[in-house]
């Protein structure tokens, strides 16, 4: 797996977008771009995943820049319910992938 | 939909005792995994099956450390004899393996502490 590169912490005021950056400058072109979060006393919970092109589900969007070197998280309305590590993981994927490799993540704290 | 389900929730029990976690995955899923999460050493993946089949033993500490998989709605990992550096919270996941990235469902986890 691609090593990958988190600020420790974050704040964002409710309401507002949070937009967690990671950066995997060594991501191959094979190796996908995950994010999971895991809320205190909880296991991890997938959010989102992509390869080379912005994705967005009902949960949050993935902008990968163009050389896929950096991507962003953003929650678009963030609420205190997303104070949470958000781990960003690059990883092959394939038949038999499943090997995710968790680094620190980021504390995102959303505050009222 | 009921989500990947472990038992305990918290084990406390003394050193050299033995210890086994259990875990209910997800109707359906026939991948499971079981990782160990510690301030120190963050979340690490112990061991996967597929199809109830161990695939990746890599991650289990040492010999003290087992896990099974009976059959698809069942696993368990045990800890025998258990020491205090086995303190930990042990989750298992499951996720579908179509040949296609499916993300991994966790359970909340067994938060056990050896004394």
């Known amino acids: 797996d691609a090593k990958t590169t988190q600020p420790p912490s974050m704040d964002c005021a409710e309401g507002r977008a949070a937009n967690l950056p990671c950066n995997h400058s060594?991501?191959?072109?094979?190796?996908?771009v995950y994010w999971y979060r895991q809320i205190h006393s909880q296991g991890p919970q997938y959010i989102i995943h992509?390869?080379?092109n912005n994705e967005t589900n009902e949960m949050a969007s993935l902008i990968i820049t163009e050389d896929r070197k950096s991507s962003t998280l953003i929650l678009p309305h963030a609420t205190l319910r997303d104070t949470a590590v958000y781990y960003c993981?690059?990883?092959?994927?394939?038949?038999?992938?499943?090997?995710?490799?968790f680094g620190k993540g980021t504390l995102l704290t959303v505050n009222p | 939909d009921a989500g990947v389900i472990q038992s305990p929730r918290h084990e406390v029990t003394e050193m050299g005792q033995e210890v086994t976690l259990r875990c209910k995955p997800i109707?359906?899923?026939?991948?499971l995994f079981w990782y160990r999460q510690t301030m120190m050493r963050g979340l690490e993946l112990l061991i996967y099956?597929?199809?109830?089949?161990?695939?990746?033993d890599s991650g289990m500490p040492e010999d003290r450390f087992s896990a099974k998989m009976p059959n698809a709605s069942f696993s368990t990992l045990k800890i025998q004899p258990s020491e205090p550096r086995d303190s930990a919270v042990y989750f298992c996941?499951?996720?579908?393996?179509?040949?296609?990235?499916?993300?991994?469902?966790f359970g909340d986890g067994t938060r056990l502490s050896i004394l």
């Open positions: 996941a499951s996720s579908l393996n179509p040949g296609v990235y499916q993300p991994q469902h």
């Open positions: 060594t991501i191959s072109g094979n190796e996908y």
């Open positions: 992509g390869l080379k």
């Open positions: 993981i690059a990883s092959n994927s394939g038949g038999s992938n499943y090997k995710l490799t």
């Open positions: 109707s359906g899923h026939n991948s």
């Open positions: 099956f597929n199809n109830n089949v161990p695939i990746d």
